[in-house]
């Protein structure tokens, strides 16, 4: 028997992102190119199930990798007590567009009268289409929100000129795509040729 597939495919374009590298520490540094992880936090953004979730499978880079300098003011839990606020400096990525490329799967063979895939498939689609969200969709950062977040555009496509290695890149934070444990994990020698680039 031969499992049906529900594709989905979205676009997403930003003046700014960040995709911080773990080793980078205070120092933020972003990846040249969206994490898994990431990928799958933006199609949260859409809609979420605890049955059935997105699994990205390739993401065309459709503008060139530009880095450029960031500072922002942080008021959060974890600056120094007795401080108000501290400034924080990163290294992000500018002007970006994304063609992000998944299916639909889920924890358990689908029923006739119940398919967590195909119901999660279909209200991704429409909610797209219609420009609805759960929550702001954002790239990396939560303040990096796009100016485009929707179906794929004729009027953009993976810039050809973009070949590289990633050395190791961060893959999941969790031991499963909804409610798991924290165990990151990492993929290495990650290529983008093309400017596509796949995930195993």
């Not at 961060?170 to 995930?199: C, H, W």
Request: aromatic residues 14%; proline residues 8%; contains cysteine.
């Amino acid at each position: 028997m031969i499992e049906k597939a529900y594709p989905v495919s979205f676009e997403v374009a930003g003046a700014a992102a960040m995709f911080t590298r773990p080793d980078t520490g205070s120092a933020f540094v972003s990846y040249p190119a969206p994490t898994k992880s990431a990928l799958k936090s933006m199609f949260e953004c859409v809609v979420m199930s605890k049955s059935a979730y997105f699994e990205p499978q390739r993401v065309e880079i459709c503008s060139p990798i530009v880095f450029h300098k960031y500072s922002t003011n942080y008021g959060g839990p974890l600056r120094k007590s007795g401080t108000t606020n501290f400034q924080i400096f990163a290294t992000v990525l500018e002007n970006v567009c994304y063609k992000v490329h998944g299916v639909i799967l889920s924890y358990e063979p689908p029923k006739s009268e119940d398919n967590p895939q195909h119901k999660l498939q279909e209200v991704f689609l429409r909610r797209l289409n219609s420009g609805y969200f759960f929550s702001t969709p954002y790239l990396g950062w939560k303040e990096f929100v796009p100016y485009y977040f929707g179906p794929l555009r004729e009027s953009t496509s993976a810039d050809t000129q973009i070949n590289l290695t990633v050395p190791s890149m961060l893959s999941t934070m969790y031991t499963r795509p909804t409610d798991g444990s924290i165990a990151p994990s990492f993929a290495q020698n990650v290529k983008i040729e093309k400017g596509v680039m796949f995930f195993d």
